[in-house]
């Protein structure tokens, strides 16, 4: 089976591992999936990661994080820009999840980056997922 889209594969797998209470989930790697989980990290929805190089091309451990009585911190994920139908935002369109408290993420020129980050540098580019 050939995969077509690998990061709605990285969100299906930390949705369906959040929806099983699961402590973690492991996704094979790539550079944007890494790129993805660090932000996932520093923006709190996620406890950790860990790369483990294995001969092949990686694997990404994420220890998912939960709030007080096992409520999952992540309460949704979405996939906006599919192989399909990519969707594009310029630095004035870039879309606010739930009124600023999620977080979409972006593939800009400059790396992968929050929308805030991405509106604090004034560029536009992929809007890759959606998370709150």
Known sequence: MTMTDPIADLLIRLRNAIGAKHETVVIPSSKIKLEIVRILKEE?????Y????????????????YAPGKQPVISAVARVSRPGCRVYANKGSIPSILGGMGICILSTSQGVLTGKQAQEKGIGGEVLCAIS
């Not at 709190?44 to 950790?48: C, E, M, R, T």
């Not at 860990?50 to 994080?65: F, M, P, S």
């Open 44 to 48: 709190g929805y996620i406890a950790n």
């Open 50 to 65: 860990a790369y483990n190089r294995d001969n092949k091309q990686g694997a990404i451990q994420v220890t998912l994080r």
